[in-house]
């Protein structure tokens, strides 16, 4: 009698789409940012960014020597990690804090924990929080927009988000939109992350749910909690500023760190945005968005486990 059933290992369903593909989508889908970048902040940005990309890929390379582990910087990942700490960075940053900050990012938060697909929070953003506590004045001293410096601003200006906190004439909304403003070398222009947000979705790297759950929790709780009252707020402007749009379209939609399940998936979105305004509007931190992204990024596992669908024909376990 011939056999007619086999039973193979998983995985039993495979797919055309590589690591190596998806990373590179995310590449692309970043360019516009890095121009913005680079057009707004000058020939500095585009050293930061190289100095950024090209170290994660070299220490992942000697961190996975040294481990004795199989290459990985063919998969782009450690490029990617390079490119979105270089956008989340000020464009006067000292070019050995940049370095440290891929160090961290790519051996401990990475590659320590195993590599692609182990790390339990997204290794750019736990970068950037390092760099933050550990130089908080070279990470928190922004410049002008060329288009907008002169000999005497140049050296210091506040973003959107610390003029909001500590008071004065808040940039205008097209400013925001385009990035004629002060900031991090990829949050100012909302326009380009967009951009690279749709080629994302268009390309079914990610999907809508994060992303304008997100934001529009953010917009929710900025239109409600605002400076003259109960709905006096400009969602707008909180949408605008920052590392919002960054965080939201790039960082939260990670796929190690964030949920499996499309309702822990509207859970986790909406933890972002809450804890996003609430360290804007509550705490003496002009941004919330890093530490927020974080923050949810470790109650992932406890989201999955309490959104796991039951098994057909069961009940569901918590």
């Known amino acids: 009698m011939e056999n ?40 500095r940005a585009a050293l930061l960014i190289a100095v950024t990309v090209i170290s994660s890929v070299g220490f992942e390379y000697i961190i996975r020597k040294v481990l004795k582990r199989n290459n990985t910087i063919g998969d782009f990942s450690a490029a990617v990690t390079g490119l979105i700490l ?22 401990i938060v990475k ?27 070279r990470m928190t001293t922004w410049i002008q927009p060329l288009t907008k410096a002169t000999a005497v601003d140049a050296v210091s200006y506040a973003t959107p988000m610390g003029v909001l906190k500590g008071g004065g004439e808040l940039p205008q909304l097209i400013d925001m939109f385009l990035g004629n403003i002060g900031g991090s070398l990829g949050e ?12 994302l979705l268009a390309r079914g790297v ?26 006096t707020g400009n969602p707008l402007f909180h949408i605008l500023a920052g590392g919002l749009m960054l965080g939201a379209i790039f960082m ?35 941004e919330g968005v890093s530490y927020a992204i974080l923050l949810m990024n470790v109650a992932v596992p406890m989201i999955d486990r309490y959104t796991k669908p039951a098994r057909f024909g069961g009940k569901a376990h918590v």
């Open 206 to 231: 990610i999907s809508w749910h994060i992303p304008v759950v997100y934001v529009g929790t953010v917009g929710l709780f900025a239109w409600i909690i605002g400076p003259e009252g109960i709905f």
């Open 188 to 199: 100012t222009s909302a326009l380009a992350l967009i951009i690279g947000g749709i080629y």
């Open 4 to 43: 007619t059933l086999f039973v193979n290992s998983s995985p039993h369903i495979r797919s055309e789409v590589t690591t190596q593909r998806l990373m590179l989508d995310v590449i692309i889908a970043l360019i516009p940012a890095a121009f913005a970048g680079i057009y707004f902040f000058g020939i």
């Open 86 to 107: 270089a956008l989340n960075l000020p464009p006067t940053l000292p070019i050995w804090m940049a370095i440290v900050g891929s160090l961290f990012a790519i051996v």
């Open 111 to 137: 590659q320590l924990f195993g590599g692609l697909g182990y790390n339990f929070v997204n290794p750019a953003l736990a970068a950037r929080a390092f760099l933050v506590v550990s130089y908080g004045a």
């Open 252 to 286: 939260a939609t990670d796929y190690t760190t964030s949920p499996m399940t499309k309702k822990g998936i509207v859970i986790y979105a909406f933890g972002c945005g809450l804890l996003t305004m609430l360290f804007r509007l509550f705490t003496n931190m002009p």
